[in-house]
Each structure stands twice: as C-alpha cells, then as structure tokens.
C-alpha cells in the first residue's frame, strides 16, 4: 500500500549559529552536545508518535472489523461524486450522500432562500442529520460507514460548526483548483433545464467554509486531516484510493474504481441527480487528458473575482495536502 504523508509548510527552520570560541573548547563541545541532545529529542518524539499510531491501528484491528466512520469534506464541482461513486461501490460500505444540504436548502432551518417556494421538510434540522449520522454505525455494524458533504451546509446557522459534527468520525477533505470548480459551478447554476437553479451564488463556492473547518478538525484530532487535491487523484487514482483506505481502516477493493453506469446509484435517486449528471454517465475515474472536452464559456468579471477571492484558500490547502510516499508498503 502506498500510504499518505501529510506535509506542512513550516516557517524558516532556526538556525544555531556557533560563537566564536577556539576549536576544543568547553564551550564549544557543550553547543555540539545540547544541539545533539535536540536531535536525539526529535527522533524520540517522531518515533514515539509512529509507535502510537501503529499501537492505535492494532488495537483497531483486534477489536473490531469495521474501521472508524469517515466524512469526506468538498466543495462544489471538485469531482466529489466521483469519489462518492467509488466508496459506494465498495461491498463494506454504508454511504450517505450530503445529508447537510437537506437542512440547509429544505429543513425549518434553512439557511439559502433557493428553495423558499417549496414547503419546508420539518424533520430536516440539523441536529437531527448529525443524530443520524451518528447512529449509522449501529444501523450496519457490519459496514463502515462513509459521509460526503460540503463544508459549507456547517455555516451560516444559529449553530457553530463544531456543534454540528457527528462524534465518533474521521474527517478528511478533498479541494480542486478554484479555476476548475468556479466555472463549473457557474454553468450549472444558469443551466435551468438540468439543475432548476437560474442564478450564481458566491456563497456556494465553499473554499472559505471548506478552510474554517479543516482549521477546526486540527484543534480536535491528534493528526493532520487527509486532504486530497483532485488532480492529484485523477492522475493516480488506484494509488490514492489505496492508501486513503489504508489510513482509514478499510480494505481496498479494484472494483472500486469501476462501477456500472446504470443509474442504481444514490446519486440518482438524489435531489441533487441533475448535478451528478456527468458521473452517472461514467464508469470509472478517467484521467484529464482523457475527458471529453467541454465548450468554453466566457465568465462574467464578478464570477472572475470570485475565483480570485478564493485562490487564498485553495492555495492554503496546497500547502497541507496528503501526498504520496514514495515507497512500496507500511
């Protein structure tokens, strides 16, 4: 398995200047002692967290089978579906598709006016999707359970984020550049006849959003969250899906990367179906250079600001994405 490093910017290492002393002297085999001592200090703490993360997994794997419910945490347009689509068809899955949005679009407390001529779905709080979500793991004990949302359904409530995290879950993210998912997130929200939306709405970009909780998540787990950079993904799919189930306790199935087209998926019978359409029409992931080429579209200069104003964001999460180890096995 080629398991995930996460990297981290890191200011200016500090540099230990050496005093001007005569060669041999007292002070000078103290400086080369203490700075010794340092490193000694920082290979003891590396190891000590390898040996806690190894006796954490073990301990996983002999008291149960099933590994820790995970969400996966996107914007919009970032291919998300897609990896929806894999996890759902592994056969050890329990999968949920962006129970969010019902309370943010639907629910009594609904923070978007999209949906304001529709009668609001008065079981659909928010408190009541992270009920649900906690108490998937019990509906399949047998499955692992598997969540896919977006960062932003978490804002704009009375609630703050935190209070809405279902407890129990591994949380992990996944960002595509603002260039890509802005101008599709454009077109499909004037494309009326496909989507039913006829207006762009910056607030649904979601980097911002996306940034605040991965930042939240970092005060709250003891390692860095996954975060995965969609072309990234593209490029390597087996090899990321491998090793994201590896970090998540979850065997790595081939079949996951290839699905029957059939509309049997969630993603069909969803509200959202007339989004997923480019995925349920696919088979498998398919690498850029290999996709069918969209018509181009000229942008409108304030949907040109928005991606501007979100670059901050993305380029933050470039600087913290998962990559790949360059070695064959654990």
């Known amino acids: 398995v080629m398991p995930l490093r996460t990297t981290v910017s ?13 060669v041999g002297s007292l002070r000078n085999l103290r400086l080369k002692a203490d700075t010794s001592i340092l ?7 590396s190891f000590s967290r390898k040996f806690s993360r190894k006796i954490r997994h073990e301990k996983m794997a002999s008291t149960s089978n099933v590994g820790k419910p995970t969400m996966l945490w996107a914007v919009p347009r970032s291919i998300s579906t897609a990896f929806f689509r894999a996890m759902e068809n592994h056969p050890n899955t329990r999968v949920y598709l962006e129970p ?31 009920n649900t979500l906690e108490s ?20 704009g409530n009375k609630y703050e984020p935190k209070e809405l995290l279902p407890s129990g879950y591994r949380h992990t993210f996944l960002v595509r550049d603002p260039h890509k998912t802005v101008k599709s997130l454009y ?80 993603a069909a019978k969803d509200e959202w179906a007339g989004w997923f359409e480019g995925v349920l029409g696919t088979t498998s992931f398919v690498k850029p250079l ?41």
Request: one cysteine or more.
């Open 10 to 22: 890191s200011s200016t290492a500090r540099q230990i200047s050496q005093p001007c002393v005569p």
């Open 187 to 266: 077109k499909m929200s004037i494309n009326t006849q496909l989507t039913g939306w006829d207006s762009f709405d910056e607030h649904e970009i979601g980097f911002k959003e996306l940034w605040s909780l991965y930042e939240l998540i970092q005060t709250i787990e003891d390692e860095p969250p996954i975060v995965i950079d969609a072309d990234d993904l593209l490029q390597q799919p087996e090899d990321y899906f491998k090793a994201y189930c590896s970090r998540i306790g979850l065997p790595y199935e081939p079949s996951m990367l290839k699905w029957d087209a059939a509309r049997d998926s969630i």
């Open 136 to 155: 998937a793991g019990s509906a399949s004990p047998d499955k692992q359970v598997f969540v896919k949302d977006m960062a932003y359904y978490l804002y």
């Open 290 to 330: 290999a996709r069918k080429r969209q018509p181009s579209i000229d942008l409108p200069d304030y949907v040109m600001l928005s991606i501007e104003r979100n670059l901050p964001y993305y380029h933050n999460f470039l600087a913290v994405k998962t990559r790949l180890e360059d070695i064959a096995e654990d």
């Open 39 to 45: 490193l000694l200090m920082n290979e003891s703490r």
């Open 100 to 130: 969010y949005s019902k309370a943010y679009y639907f629910g009594p407390e609904r923070v978007s006016s999209r949906y304001a001529d529709q009668p609001v779905q008065e079981e659909c709080t928010f408190l009541s999707v992270k």
